[in-house]
């Protein structure tokens, strides 16, 4: 099926471990971000990506590295879990024109013990 | 940072009822975005505005893009149980190449058959 796929679904980790989550769209849309949900904080913007190589952070970066080598594919990898990262994770793409129109994935949701 | 209020934060209601909800900034913005959110999925988009005063509907949904740019309304008539979810505004502030979107907390609605 077409569309932006995550996973896992769901991931249980302990801290300190390394983490990633996995992005992959068929679209070939250009953007690409990375999201995080939390009760009273809505959805806050970890990384994003214009294009293949180009990543810029979000307004909660810290603990969270990206890479971004084809245009389908945006992993997310925690270096180093602590439990405020736990979370639900939302991988998001949209076209050239428009990043406003953004088309979700439905989500990993992540326990950092 | 940027913020949205959106009220209400959450509604119950019954079956058939019309609802209206809302979002307000001290910014102006040029951009504004409706999203509905299903338990366990990602936001979906639901309606796009781009100028101020615009009034656009899609089946039951109407939104409107406020004439101060300030703030942009949602409605939903004849409710019925699959319209249950989260209700996400999200919008671009108008400044520049400032292309990042700002979210508001959502409105969590709860339809009673």
């Known amino acids: 099926d077409a569309g932006i796929t995550q996973s896992p679904r769901y991931k249980i980790t302990e801290t300190g471990r390394q983490v990633t989550l996995m992005c992959h769209q068929t679209?070939?849309?250009?953007?690409m971000f990375w999201y995080r949900q939390d009760l009273g904080h809505g959805l806050r913007l970890i990384y994003y990506?214009?294009?293949?190589?180009?990543?810029d952070k979000g307004e909660v970066p810290d603990g969270y590295v990206v890479s971004r080598s084809k245009t389908e594919n945006f992993p997310l990898t925690l270096e180093s879990a602590t439990r405020s990262q736990t979370s639900v994770y939302f991988c998001?793409?949209?076209?050239?024109?428009?990043?406003?129109?953004?088309?979700f994935g439905s989500g990993t949701q992540l326990s950092v013990l | 940072g940027q913020q949205l209020n959106q009220s209400p934060q959450s509604m119950f209601i019954q079956e058939g009822e019309d609802v209206s909800m809302n979002c307000t900034s001290s910014?102006?913005?040029?951009?504004w975005l409706w999203y509905k959110q299903d338990p366990g999925e990602g936001p979906v988009l639901l309606i796009a505005l781009y100028k101020a005063g615009e009034l656009t509907s899609n089946g039951r949904l109407t939104a409107q893009f406020g004439i101060t740019r300030k703030d942009s309304f949602l409605n939903i008539s004849a409710s019925i149980p699959s319209d249950v979810g989260i209700y996400f505004c999200a919008g671009r502030l108008y400044a520049g190449n400032n292309r990042k979107l700002i979210w508001g907390l959502g409105t969590s609605l709860a339809v009673n058959p």
């Open positions: 910014s102006i913005f040029n951009t």
């Open positions: 679209w070939s849309h250009s953007y």
């Open positions: 990506s214009a294009a293949a190589d180009i990543t």
């Open positions: 998001a793409s949209s076209v050239d024109t428009g990043r406003e129109k953004l088309f």
